[in-house]
């Protein structure tokens, strides 16, 4: 066997060629047998899943929220007219009654108020009786005619308007009376003090707040409602209130106020919930669980959240055949979201079995291995 040589390249004896053809034989082997036993392995391994029988969507959803126990009036009272505080009476927390003092004033200013404005009255009354003494002269003289029509008209315009001016006086009069008595607040309804906005020996303007009082009576829930669900609630409808101190209490209410405008920070609509029979361990400030249901007119098949992936751009599902217990890809038409999962509005029907777990590892056409309840289920059928 003579060697070859090869132009530009090492010239290989006829050793060299027997060796490199047998090489090449082995590597051919080698890759043969390498693919045989891949297929093999592929042939032979198949995947478990979890699967879901696909329902009927439930119609309505349940809404959860937290909320905060308060009063339905809640109200600043504060002093009708401008002083310094020289007492309070009240704290927070302190239940008072109808007309009971809350604070004081410093009643001296106003006091000195009331004495200039009855000196007020009493000369407008003197410059009215004066008016009126010389109105009646001059009515006896007019028949004589020893005064003028002219001067007996300017003796009744002088009475009418001593008149006019007594009357505001004594208006004026009754507003600095009005005003001593402002300076004692009084509560003009029964309730409990929820807030002390000022102390003794601040000086405060005409209607400015003191304290905050919350009114007794009907208790409400304050929660706050996302936008995408406010527009599916409705004053009247029921609620079922938990509250999370003490005993885990259960009871009935319904939505009386639904704010018309959301909040502009947070987005959310303001709601109050009545409640027509607290229990006596409500307290105002308490947080409370809210659930709401509410009806929707969707409708459809239900599958489970992890049951849809996304091929091609699309929404799919994987559905399974028990009976040879493959996996089938099927594009859907997603509806929208329920309560216990993702609604589909085509693509599957109700009884049809869908993986529910390593959906991403799936194929069309592939063999699975389902769960023991499924498998039995499906052996008791075909018996």
């Not at 809640?74 to 239940?95: C, M, Q, T, Y």
């Not at 959310?268 to 229990?279: D, L």
């Not at 009806?295 to 699309?314: F, K, L």
Request: proline content about 4%; some cysteine; hydrophobic content about 45%.
């Amino acid at each position: 066997m003579r060697s070859v040589s090869i132009p530009g390249r090492l010239s290989i004896g006829p050793a060299g060629a027997v060796w490199l053809r047998a090489a090449a034989l082995l590597a051919a082997l080698a890759i043969l047998a390498g693919c045989s036993s891949e297929a093999k392995v592929e042939r032979e391994f198949v995947r478990p899943v979890k699967v879901a029988v696909v329902g009927d969507a439930v119609r309505g959803r349940t809404l959860n929220y937290s909320g905060v126990v308060r009063p339905r009036i809640e109200s600043a009272v504060g002093f009708r007219v401008p002083g310094k505080i020289v007492e309070r009476l009240v704290n927070v927390g302190d239940h008072v009654e109808v007309d009971q003092v809350i604070a004081r004033l410093d009643p001296i200013d106003l006091g000195l108020a009331e004495q200039s404005a009855k000196a007020a009255v009493d000369s407008a009354r003197s410059r009215r009786d004066v008016a009126r003494d010389n109105l009646e002269r001059g009515k006896a003289l007019l028949p004589s005619v020893t005064i003028s029509q002219a001067a007996y008209d300017t003796r009744r315009n002088e009475m009418d308007a001593a008149a006019s001016a007594l009357e505001s006086a004594e208006a004026q009069l009754r507003q600095a009376t009005n005003a001593v008595g402002y300076a004692t607040l009084r509560a003009d309804k029964a309730g409990i003090v929820t807030a002390v906005l000022a102390e003794p020996g601040q000086v405060v303007s005409a209607a400015q707040a003191v304290v905050t009082l919350a009114q007794k009576g009907e208790i409400e829930i304050a929660v706050a409602v996302p936008e995408q669900d406010a527009g599916n609630l409705a004053v009247g409808y029921p609620a079922k209130i938990t509250l999370w101190a003490g005993p885990r209490l259960s009871f009935e209410g319904r939505i009386r106020e639904i704010a018309g405008q959301a909040d502009p920070a947070a987005r959310t609509y303001a709601i109050r919930i009545s409640v027509g029979e607290a229990p006596q361990i409500m307290r105002l400030g308490m947080t409370a669980s809210v659930v709401l249901r509410i009806d929707d007119d969707a409708s459809g098949i239900v599958v489970p959240v992890a049951a849809v992936t996304e091929s091609d751009g699309s929404p799919v599902v994987f559905t399974v055949d028990p009976a040879t217990e493959t996996v089938h890809k099927r594009k859907v038409v997603v509806g929208g979201t329920a309560e216990n999962g993702v609604r589909i509005a085509d693509g599957v029907h109700t009884g049809d079995l869908v993986v529910t777990a390593g959906v991403q590892f799936l194929r069309d056409g592939m063999t699975v291995r389902l769960s023991n309840d499924h498998q039995q289920a499906r052996v008791a059928g075909s018996t």
